[in-house]
């Protein structure tokens, strides 16, 4: 009988110790609102990311790899579909979230749709003009009367790009701008242009790949810009700020994890993005100092004011917003970091 037991309890004890194994490989999640254990209930979001799966969204793949959301009480899906407005949806408060560049909420606030940014997880607005090395484009003054190719005239690349002007005293009849599409790569190796506008961790990336020399010439060394970031709107400010802050603090906990270990926040993108390879490293690499800062996640005024200034120069803001200041709060930020 004695035999017997003993046999029952080493039985016993092999599974438990193969179990313990088992769980130490899996990422740590506790139990939903482990940080906040007054939430009420699990929700389910669509998150807007504004583009395609990719390296650069780390963060927010490490938040969800880790059980940074699920600690914060919630299932997120990622949604990168061109057709989703998440400025609309999340100002009509149909989603609660939505990744914006500064330009649009400014915009967007202009025609009383009542988004709020709460988080700026670029700290360097991310555009940059991109020229062939030979082509002597060292500064913004060498665009003077040379050729650059646009995917259009909107969005972060074309409001950056007019910041970089302003910022330099050209004005854009001082350049030979024209709409190229999102072929800024093809376009300037064929010769099409003598410059393109793109993202500082995109098409630099994608031309050293191939070979190719080239000058960058970054918006955020010239003017201080607000770029992407996270949005909410007025009514979950209002009614349910813990929502908010939960989502920021899962953010936050992704973004400084990816900026402590970038080759473990890489390894888990593998997991998002499909086909990811070994080579698409630089973009990750290339997106890390446009995150840095001595507490991630703040915005400044000043840099509201410098953006509108390049909205309203350029017409594409009829007169400066009623209150700046209501079109972003740091609250959150600063609840997570107190």
Request: proline share 5%; charged share 20%.
């Amino acid at each position: 009988m004695k035999s017997k037991c003993f046999r029952i309890i080493i039985v016993l004890l092999t599974l438990f110790l193969w179990l313990t194994a088992c769980q130490a490989d899996q990422p740590v999640v506790d139990e939903p609102f482990a940080d906040d254990p007054s939430a009420e209930e699990v929700i389910n979001i669509r998150l807007p990311m504004g583009f395609v799966a990719d390296p650069q969204y780390a963060p927010f793949y490490v938040a969800q790899e880790r059980g940074y959301f699920a600690n914060a009480g919630f299932v997120v899906e990622f949604d990168y579909s061109f057709e989703t407005d998440g400025v609309a949806l999340v100002g009509a408060n149909e989603l609660p979230f939505a990744i914006v560049s500064g330009e649009q909420v400014l915009l967007a606030r202009a025609q009383n749709i009542p988004v709020v940014y709460i988080m700026e997880w670029f700290q360097k607005f991310p555009i940059a003009v991109v020229s062939k090395a030979e082509s002597d484009i060292f500064s913004p003054e060498d665009l003077h009367g040379r050729s650059v190719g646009l995917p259009g005239f909107f969005g972060a690349s074309y409001v950056g790009y007019l910041g970089l002007l302003a910022a330099n005293d050209l004005q854009p009849e001082d350049v030979n701008a024209s709409d190229i599409g999102f072929n800024q790569v093809e376009s300037l190796l064929a010769d099409q242009a003598e410059a393109v506008v793109g993202y500082a961790n995109n098409e630099p990336v994608q031309l050293a790949g191939q070979g190719e020399a080239v000058n960058v010439i970054l918006v955020s060394d010239y003017i201080d810009m607000v770029a992407n970031g996270i949005i909410t709107n007025e009514t979950i400010i209002a009614e349910n700020p813990k929502l908010a802050e939960r989502f920021v603090r899962a953010v936050l906990r992704g973004l400084a994890d990816t900026l402590a270990d970038p080759d473990a926040a890489f390894e888990i993108s593998k997991n998002y993005v499909e086909g990811l390879e070994d080579g698409r490293k630089p973009v990750l690499e290339a997106s890390l100092p446009m995150w840095q800062a001595e507490t991630l996640g703040l915005t400044e005024l000043a840099s509201w004011e410098n953006t509108q200034q390049v909205l309203l120069d350029a017409a594409l803001m009829d007169e400066p917003v009623a209150d700046l200041t209501a079109v972003f709060t740091n609250d959150f930020v600063l609840a997570n970091n107190e």
